[in-house]
């Protein structure tokens, strides 16, 4: 059985990757699209963050069983915020111990839900060698100490001093490190992480190590995000180099093909960003929990931006019933909100503002509402208008290109336990700043439910194409059930 790499180009544009390849830019992309296929339009979870799709791709199901609900979101639990790097000014504002805390130890050993498997669990219980460099969903069966190996981890250690359980061999940043590799990423420092990832693959495949890598290559989102979408050829083919560098060690790209299957994806897009949406302001009137407002105890709502996302939080169980609807007002009103959703019982709500309501629930239909079908094949109940989502229907099915996969990712977004009570997601152009007040406008960012960041590229060969996407309709999703059914794991 041939081994697999799992490259995974944070925020990969496809238009951008296919625009890197033309150019010849990208030898190591352009030999996969030789070989197999290309997918423009590989469709994110929602919100369209990292942690989001990083979590659904390692673990192949979406928010509502992970329970990864965003970057920013409230802990009912823990009554306070939880920040996994928007940016190191919205840190600062939060808690900095609190924010690498939750990013390096509490996504993968309390946040995420304990009955989902990561692939690496799933390949780590049959025996397969499983490794992965820098990646926030790291959660495997083997326990790894902190590394000891520089000055700077050393003193990094008077914070981090945990094990944690991850893949046979687990390099994250400069924390951990299960082999002494001489390999350096200043603490994960950007622009220095796709490095790192490429050095360590290339000390792996040069000595036979693994049979199943995750490379991880951010680099690509944090350039992005400063010059924006146009820009990214550039750092596409920095990440390609740290594929061809992998291969090189393995013994060239060719031969590297040969033995080795090799899955390419993006975790979601990005797209613009020319304006910023005052979330704070809009809810001056109310008691906002957090850096500025009120103290937990007295608070009426959370608000958790998520760059071309946020949510709202009613904080005061009681009043929900109330809170809720004028929430949702008040945020319709919000220049630059495109869409608002929110749960009233078993039932999704959506509203396009300015295009009207739709209402939508799994299978069940009424008599006077039959079932639809969307591109996946999921059955869903829909009423009311469908310009909310400037969706068609046709022959059963529910189509809407402009936000692809909407009701599944939105109803995933509603009934995720850590999630918001109102999502709102982003105009083409808008975003909403963190709690550092810190934006991207003037570059790129995504997070929203339109298709301009919520769709990235694929790239496959030596694989077989996940059953889900028999019709085209590809997600994130389908991402882990491919790498496991690679090492002869049936799906669950």
Known sequence: MKRLLLAVIDGCKPSMLERAVERGEAPAIAAVLERGAFVPELCAAFPSVTPVCATSIATGVLQDRHHIAAMNWWSRAERRYVEYGSSFRAARKLGIAKQLTDTVYNLNGSHMAADIETIYESLDDVGVRTAGTTYLVYRGRHEHPISRETALTRLAGTLFRKPVMGPRELFYADIFASRETGCRSQMGLPGIRDQHSGCVGAWLAARDLYDFLLLSLPDNDTYSHKNGPHAQPTSIAAADAQIVRVAEAAGGLERFLDTHAVIICADHSHAPVERRIDLRGAF???????????????????????????????????????????????????????????????????????????????????PAHPELRDARGNHWTVEGDLGALSATTSDGRFDSPDYPDALRRVWAALTCATAGDVLLSAGPGWEFPDWGGADHVGGGSHGSLHHSDSLGALAFCGVDRAPASADGAWSITDVAPMVRAHFGIAPN
């Open 284 to 366: 001056g009137d109310w008691e906002v929990a957090g850096p500025g407002g009120r103290a937990v105890e007295e608070a009426e709502l959370a608000l958790c931006p998520n760059q071309r996302a946020a949510m709202v939080y009613g904080l005061v169980g009681e009043a929900r019933s109330t809170v809720i609807p004028r929430v949702v007002e008040t945020a319709s009103a919000i220049p630059g909100v495109d869409i608002v959703a929110w749960r009233e019982g078993e039932e999704g709500v959506i509203r396009g503002v300015g295009r009207g309501e739709l209402r939508f629930r799994v299978g069940n239909p009424a």
